[in-house]
């Protein structure tokens, strides 16, 4: 779920010896409509799939691959089709996490770039995540309430989330509970979890 460090624990368990593809790394995107904030010009589709297949024919396809669920386009970037559609055959972990475990790590991350920056975005997603909760948001941010913020906005990223993981095609799909933002913990939770994984 967004903010609970998912890239942080990918990036864990490739330093602990795992195989990962870190697609919002290639894409140069962290996958929200605020992905793009603090991130270098994104590669074109056509790049991105040639930078992910110089990544995937180095891998050893005897073992597990870790990465991201993602939508079919991580901002500009769209994945190849077969990729994508491969992809959502295979076995989810979610890891679910309250809105207060998460905030700390979105305030941090998002708190320092400037208000009206921040104020664009959501108004480009009013739409979505509604009129009236667009304009909370935004007054939030005026009064540099970041926590009330990114509150009112996790509650629709997690209500989308959600709801397209129930469409997912995979039959295998581990509900992860944690308590903890805490990267060295969760990653141990993610692993147990997939030790359950039957193919």
């Known amino acids: 779920m967004t903010g609970s460090g998912k890239t942080q624990i990918l990036r864990l368990l490739k330093s602990t010896g795992n195989q990962v593809i870190d697609l919002e790394g290639i894409a140069n995107h962290k996958g929200s409509a605020f992905g793009s904030l603090g991130q270098m010009v994104q590669p074109t589709s056509e790049h991105f799939a040639n930078l992910l297949f110089n990544q995937w024919q180095r891998l050893d396809n005897t073992i597990p691959v870790w990465m ?3 939508s079919r386009n991580v901002g500009t970037v769209f994945m190849p089709d077969a990729f994508y559609d491969n992809m959502q055959e295979y ?4 890891l679910r996490m309250g809105i ?3 905030l ?4 941090k991350e998002y708190s320092g770039y400037p208000p009206e ?3 664009l975005i959501i108004k480009k997603i009013s739409r979505r995540i509604g009129g009236d909760n667009a304009k909370e948001a935004i007054a939030a941010v005026d009064k540099r309430d970041f926590a009330k913020a990114i509150e009112i906005i996790l509650r629709y990223y ?3 989330y959600l709801y397209g993981i129930t469409g997912k095609p995979s039959k295998t799909i581990i509900n992860v509970e944690t308590d903890t933002d805490n990267i060295d ?3 141990i939770k993610v692993i147990e979890a997939a030790r359950n994984i039957t193919w």
């Open 68 to 70: 991201e669920d993602e």
């Open 91 to 94: 076995p989810t972990i979610v």
């Open 100 to 102: 207060k475990t998460r």
């Open 104 to 107: 700390p790590r979105l305030i």
């Open 117 to 119: 920056t921040l104020k």
């Open 158 to 160: 997690d209500k989308t």
């Open 185 to 187: 913990t969760n990653m």
